[in-house]
């Protein structure tokens, strides 16, 4: 029903810059809530950013200051851009995206995934 690309990923040195990109495509009706999570080799998936219909947004402690995202609610599209990236940074970024699709049953909630993206940063 709902389908999610991610792009944007990629190996980076200390101190670079990354933009992610998340674009959802299908029976969409409206889209709520929007946000980044990563997982690291041997940790659990952990929540970066979230982002809401109304645009109001959360970070995790670890990337506030460095990390921003972002909406276009015209593309269905929702953002990462990542500054002064460092090591402890490198994990798989997935994005997720909640809402509503009109097909095949008007109303129904979706909560969708992205495959994820390789974050690599190097020191």
Do not use: H
């Amino acid at each position: 029903q709902v389908q999610l690309v991610e792009s944007g990923g990629g190996l980076v040195q200390a101190g670079g810059s990354l933009r992610l990109s998340c674009a959802a495509s299908g029976s969409i009706f409206s889209i709520n809530a929007m946000g980044w999570y990563r997982q690291a080799p041997g940790n659990q998936r952990e929540r970066v950013a979230i982002i809401t219909s109304g645009s109001s947004t959360n970070y995790a402690d670890s990337v506030k200051g460095r990390f921003t995202i972002s909406r276009d609610n015209a593309k269905n599209t929702v953002y990462l851009q990542m500054n002064s990236l460092k090591p402890e940074d490198t994990a798989v970024y997935y994005c997720n995206i909640r809402g509503i699709v009109y097909y095949p049953t008007p109303g129904l909630e979706f909560d969708s995934w992205g495959q994820g993206t390789q974050v690599t940063v190097s020191s």
